[in-house]
């Protein structure tokens, strides 16, 4: 293990407490009266309460006399409580203005395996409080990386807006493959093959290496020398960053996001993962339908884009409205994200990831399943302690005032790690300016 | 009148010739042949698919005037509406009982790409923007569409019965757009909308700033874009005179020399005359304002505007104008002109009197659902104190373009005389869970979900191996 240490998978749990001890604080919050959706094998539970204090939800239904203890109570009237949405696959905070090439911090030509765009997150982004509109608590920021492969590592975020609102850095890498404009897809796919392989051969060559050091040594103590002891604790094999990650990678800590989407490509991934013990998600998988026994066999869950029902390539020929509901019905774990390529592919539209989700409800998903792909599903493909009203879950909630899918629904009240948050934003205090009377110019309406 | 008269010479050579010697000539010389420019050289072939006398009884009808209608009935007869009401009957004719479900017009979108950037979106089928020139208003996007794009059957799906394909935005003029009827044809003819005015696109702000200040040339800056139009607009002007002059003088008897043709501005010169209507990619107020302006400074009506998500900020002035103006309701960021986006955009250039706010899609994607993205708009308008209700809102995916694109006496409403466009919802439109379930135009069912013999498949898609084959495997 001590190999791959400073790349351990970075687990939500371990370090939002570093964000939260601003907001700690030991008042403690009933939410009384809600319809909670919980994102568990709970359902849905009427009439109920939740409790949170410092962050996280210390009681779900609890007795009355929980809630009589509590600071303060909030009754949720019967609307509805969800655990806030997860988004995904997006440069949230990496790209202000998709146009304004100063804005923009997701790529650069060099980036490669090492890539942490997680440096580049801006916090004060407008469109985090815009997207909130959206009842996102939560996201996984995806850099859109350079020419090689691998397009850098995943990070993960709270929309709390706060400086320190990284939640997890490192929690994923990326690679794209598939249909290219220029060149062939089986050379992608090869360098991930040969890659994979030429560090498994040195990990390999390195362990034997450890294995007969330790024979020696075991050897030349019995023989009462005791020379070499500090030896003992350097690692044998000085890696490099990227084979450090590598090896993270084949250690099976660090998951895998690969992009592809044809059948074939998808059905290779599957054996790669098979032979190295990967943590593999595969995300775009348009063709995934084709192979749902094989991805619920290697359990490989997928992160699709739920509106994506047009071949928009040779590669996506099959990919249709109700893919969500076939791929879950057939036992893939199935997460949305607004992802590329696509047309709809920034983070100015990942606040209507919930209608995305009631898109693929009215096309198959039962209600439950249409959160679950929003919340649960992502928070476990990438190890976030969210994503479901449980206890010991971060306080991530959102009270809608309907139906969460519908696009006559809105959100009432949002809580991020405990600590409430509004959903006003730069386009609010534009629209009140220009739909209030005043005998002035607008600039002087604030 | 017409003095038949061969010329070995071809025309323009001729013109040159006789213009050095003849200009002085009086009424009495013989005239030549006279010129016409056939305004429509690919005419439409557009014939209604099969279709039967219908009554719709029961449904809940918006009929985009304004209007809700409940337990409704709608009656057609040989494509066209002829009555609309409640307690409608009528002998012998095929009855849906739509209780529960919707009816509204055939939605519209007045900004397409289908079929000029189709799916699959390979390198041979990119052909939205003939980005060589800032001022293409010679080409027509309908010598580009591709009529087998599966999109054509998706949209139709979402209920979309008419649409406007435009070229792309990265020219000043772009060139002309077409109004189809969304039918599957082979040939681009056989979906034009019989006698639909055309459009012409064009484009503001910083697409043709951008593409052509990269290249060093002009355009660069915004003020560039405006030298370039007024150029344009300057040089058509006087080709329309010297065509006007022309036909005057012929009239009069003489024998004018023939003005040379010029397909560019045949097109500009169609603007001036009333006969093309503008849609001007604008997003910006302070833009818009100006193109108003520019409309006026060349005596053409400045048209509809697209993508205008400033438009909020100069509703009065858009309304005072009579321009319409199409706009999504949640599109942002992807440029700085689309950074001051509000949600609400549409509602509040609805409210002004005598306004045209149109939803469009711009994409293949959310053509699929332009009912979810007027609804998207309602509900956040309706947060915020307008008092918008469904009979209100469908008229930005029917009425108001229609109006945008001249076809008001066609389609659009529910309304005695008009095309039988419609659609069946199974429940409010405004849903995330609504579905059209039957699509009709011209009166004849192009669409029905729950019956496969009216839903068509591209040839693209069709012998795809599909999703529903079993895939073989070697044991």
Known sequence: MKLFKPFIFVFACASVSAFYTSAINAETLAITNATIHTATDQGVLTNATVIIESGKIIAVNADKAAVDKADAVFDAKGQILTPGL???????????????????????????????????????????????????????????????????????????????????SNNAILVDLGAKRKGSRAYDMQQLINKLEDAQKKLDKAKKKLAKEKADKKESKEDGNKKDSKKEDEEPVDYKRDELIINAVLAGTQPLVVYADRATDILALIKLKQRFGLNLIIRGAADAVLVTDQLVKAEIPVLINSMRNLPGSFDSLHTALNSAAILTSAGVKVGLSISYPHAINDPHFLYQLRFDAGNAIANGLSKDQGLAVVTANIADMFGLNSGAIEVGKNADLVLWSADPFELSSRVVKMWIGGDEFSTQSRQDALRDRYTTKSDMPRAYTK | MHTKRLSLLPRSVLAVTISITLTACLQSEQQDEQVTINKNPFPSTYQSLPHQDTLIINATILTGTGERIEQ??????????????????????????????????????????????????????????????????????????????????????????????????ANLFGGRGVTLRNVPSQTTQGMKFPDAPYGLKMACGENPKRVYGGRK?????????????RTAWAEATEYKRAWDKYNKDYAAGKNPTVPERNLTNDTLRGVIDGEILIHNHCYKAEEMAMMIDLGKEFKYHSGTFHHGIEAYKIADILAENKNCVAMWPDWWGFKMEAFDMVQENVAIVDAVKNSCAIVHSDSAITIQRLNQEAGKVMYRAQENGFALKEEDAIRWITANPA??????????????????????????????????????????????????????????????????QSIPSKK
């Open chain 1, 86 to 168: 997860i988004g995904s696959m997006n440069q949230l905070g990496l790209v202000e203005v998709n146009a304004v090439s100063g804005t923009r911090d997701a790529s650069d030509k060099k980036a490669d395996i090492t890539f942490d765009a997680s440096i580049g997150f801006n916090p004060r982004s407008t469109v985090i409080p815009y997207t909130r509109k959206g009842g996102i608590t939560s996201n996984i920021v995806a850099p859109r990386g350079g020419e090689s492969i691998f397009k850098g590592k995943t990070f993960a975020v709270d929309l709390s807006g706060s400086f320190d609102s990284i939640v997890a």
């Open chain 2, 72 to 169: 409704g009935d709608i009656l057609v007869r040989d494509g066209k509406i002829v009555q609309i009401g409640t307690d409608l009957t009528a002998d012998n004719i095929k009855t849906i009982d739509a209780k529960g479900k919707w009816l509204t017009p055939g939605i519209i979108d007045v900004h397409s790409h289908l079929g000029v950037y189709p799916s699959p979106s390979v390198e041979s089928h990119s052909d939205g923007n003939e980005s060589t020139m800032p001022n293409t208003s010679e080409v027509w996007a309908e010598h580009s569409v591709w009529p087998q794009d599966p999109s054509f059957q998706t949209a139709r799906a979402g209920g979309i019965t008419t649409l406007q394909i435009l070229p792309g935005s």
């Open chain 2, 217 to 229: 040339v002009a355009p660069s800056t915004r003020m560039g874009n405006m030298a370039g139009y």
């Open chain 2, 403 to 468: 109006k945008a694109l001249g076809l008001s006496d066609k389609t659009g409403s529910l309304e005695v005389g008009k095309n039988a466009d419609l659609v069946l919802w199974n429940q409010n439109p405004f849903s995330v869970y609504a579905k059209a379930e039957q699509v009709f135009i011209d009166g004849a069912k192009v669409y029905d979900r729950f019956d496969e013999k009216y839903q068509a498949l591209s040839d693209f898609m069709l012998g795809q191996p599909s999703v529903n």
